[in-house]
């Protein structure tokens, strides 16, 4: 039985961590490759705003929530779900898996910068995973298609993606056809080391949950 929920009119799986990280290791084990997502208020804004990004995230293989925010305009902010995304639950056991089964890792982000960051606290936390290449999109100049040949030429079993909204819906709906791998996990940018809970932050997400709730209003009031 599929587990789907509609928030703001975009479709989600609403599958436990441990639910999805099942699905994701039996699908690692068959070579099959998998899409997944990290969903936050923003995805979803952007996904009402551009089709691509909605695309994307409806035909997610796993969509996972990761912002209170989301599940609370879901209406289903249950103690569990709660826990699942304050000890990013989903992440940490994704990558102690990935760890533990040796499989290969490409890091994929928008600016050298956070790529470079990422590689740093991948090898803090998880020190024996092998990370066999990353890139920064700033560093091709036009086409993708040098990023793609990396990626490739490497054959990694994973893409951990840490490439901004919308970018990285956009590159994964003009690349996926093209990309061999066995896993696509984006996590988005600023998300994998964490971010500072910082007062212009707690804002932003504030008014990223009343806009949300307001889709939401709206809709039932067109009903």
Known sequence: MIKEIIVAGIKLNSYTALENLMHIGKNLDNRIFTTVEEIYMRTLLLAKEDEVVKKVVEEMDVTVIAENGVWDAAGENTTLRK???EKREFFFHLMQILERNKYTVFVLG???QEVAQ???????EFSRLNVVGAKALEECVGADEGIINDINMLAPDVIISVLPSPMQEHFLADHKAMLSARLWYGIGSGKITGQKHSLKILLL????KYKLMNYIKNEKDTK
């Open 205 to 208: 997400k504030k008014l990223r």
């Open 118 to 124: 990422t590689c740093e606290y991948i090898a803090e």
């Open 110 to 112: 928008g600016a050298q």
């Open 83 to 85: 826990r699942e995304i």
